[in-house]
């Protein structure tokens, strides 16, 4: 069965940064997935952040962390990260990495959560005003 792994959350202050690591095991074709990731925040739904193809050419952002957040992956690592600079208390929620439901779901469809295939454990930001 496949394993979502993320790491790199902690307690940040305003204006600081965190990088993000998804690690995903027991997935022999990662590199042809989209992959995302989502975020919840108590008493709030899971809510999309950033997406991106298996290529890396095409990335998509939430609204709210357009030009702060960046998406990047390693296929020859299985890996996904998520770049958060100027971070903002708002951002306080629990991340959590997304593979695609199957090789056909595109980078600009897994803003949805129905089009997510499996979901790590999340990992905690917080923010600190």
């Known amino acids: 069965q496949v394993q979502v792994v993320e790491s790199g959350g902690g307690l940040v202050q305003t204006g600081g940064s965190l990088r993000l690591s998804c690690i995903v095991s027991r997935f022999t074709f990662f590199s042809s997935y989209a992959m995302a990731w989502f975020r919840q925040a108590p008493g709030q739904e899971r809510e999309f952040v950033a997406s991106?193809?298996?290529?890396?050419?095409?990335?998509y952002y939430a609204d709210s962390v357009k030009g702060r957040f960046t998406i990047s992956r390693d296929n020859a690592r299985d890996r996904v990260y998520l770049q958060m600079n100027n971070l903002k208390p708002e951002d306080t929620a629990n991340y959590y990495c997304?593979?695609?439901?199957?090789?056909?779901?595109?980078?600009?469809?897994?803003?949805?959560?129905?089009?997510?295939?499996?979901w790590g454990q999340g990992t905690q930001v917080t923010v600190s005003s």
């Open positions: 991106i193809s298996w290529t890396s050419i095409d990335t």
């Open positions: 997304a593979i695609g439901l199957s090789l056909m779901t595109s980078a600009a469809q897994m803003d949805l959560r129905e089009n997510v295939g499996s």
